[in-house]
């Protein structure tokens, strides 16, 4: 018998694969527009374990973990650099493989990356839109976060906690175009020709951040998976996100069990 420590429910649960014998695990990676440091090995570093865990206990595991390769950081960044923002993105991916490599972590199943699925993103949100859980502002398009029953149930914070962490996160601006201040972006819009862009429905614009990892995880996997991973701090509200846009997409549940590593500490401060 396996037991495994569920965020969803905070309890030690049975582990009981969806398949016997095979596990569909995904892990989020990082967002490639610097070197990783030691909080984020420590992520990958875990989960690696628990890959390589239950390959010892003879488990099949497809394990798919992504680069974030398309976001506000890597644009800046970029600029910064005089350089695209594909050419960022390749710069850091490699380190990370550079750097993962003397860590002896095996590579993923999949690797993807967030621009390589701009098809099914579009196709997503376009589902989220005629289901009525999401809307278009100004080329921008938002998930209503209410709608989805249960929304914040990972997160353990009830809604007045998650209006007050979102209205900290967002500029005046854009809580003015929302519906309300806790809704998330699924697609972004981007007038600015020299802005790494897509053309959809909505105009140019790029994917949002939660969106690409529910993307990937129905691609690659399933639209149920037995293991979903990545740092505490991702509990919301990206993974918090990726269950409402996933489960309103396709009607069934998202993951069966959520597991987060903890930060490196120094000195009593995470370290980023």
């Known amino acids: 018998m396996i037991q495994v420590f569920n965020t969803l429910t ?24 610097n070197y990783i440091h030691i909080g984020n090995a420590r992520s990958a570093i875990a989960f690696d374990t628990v890959r390589r865990y239950f390959e010892y206990r003879g488990y099949d595991v497809n394990y798919v973990s992504n680069f974030t390769d398309v976001d506000d950081k890597i644009i800046n960044r970029a600029q910064e650099e ?9 710069k850091y991916a490699d380190a990370f493989h550079e750097d993962t490599l003397p860590l002896n972590i095996k ?23 005629n289901k009525g859980y999401a809307y278009e502002v100004e080329g921008d398009v938002y998930f209503r976060a209410k709608k989805f029953k249960g929304y914040g149930i990972l997160a353990h ?5 998650m209006e007050a962490n979102a ?15 806790i809704d998330f ?70 993951v069966n069990y959520w597991m987060h590593n903890g930060f490196v500490n120094v000195d009593n401060e995470k370290m980023s």
């Not at 582990?15 to 990082?30: A, D, E, H, L, Q």
């Not at 005089?82 to 390749?90: D, F, K, R, T």
């Not at 993807?112 to 989220?128: C, G, K, M, Y």
């Open 82 to 90: 005089g350089i695209s923002e594909m050419a960022v993105a390749n």
């Open 167 to 181: 209205a900290g996160r967002l500029d005046d601006e854009e809580t003015a175009r929302k519906e309300d201040p």
């Open 10 to 33: 905070r309890e030690k649960e049975v582990f009981k694969s969806i398949t016997p014998g095979k596990i569909n695990m995904y892990v989020c990676g990082p967002t490639v527009y």
């Open 107 to 129: 590579p993923a199943t999949v690797r993807s990356r967030a621009t390589e699925v701009i098809p099914e993103i579009i196709a997503f949100v376009q589902d989220l839109v």
């Open 185 to 254: 972006a699924v697609w972004k819009s981007q007038e600015n020709p020299d802005v790494i862009s897509w053309p959809s429905p909505w105009g140019n614009g790029r994917p949002g951040w939660h969106i690409e990892c529910s993307v990937m995880a129905q691609k690659y996997l399933s639209d149920t998976i037995d293991i979903h991973g990545g740092g505490i701090d991702l509990a919301f509200p990206h993974h918090t996100n990726e269950i409402a846009q996933s489960e309103a997409h396709t009607g069934e549940k998202f």
């Open 157 to 161: 914070q009830d809604l007045a906690e």
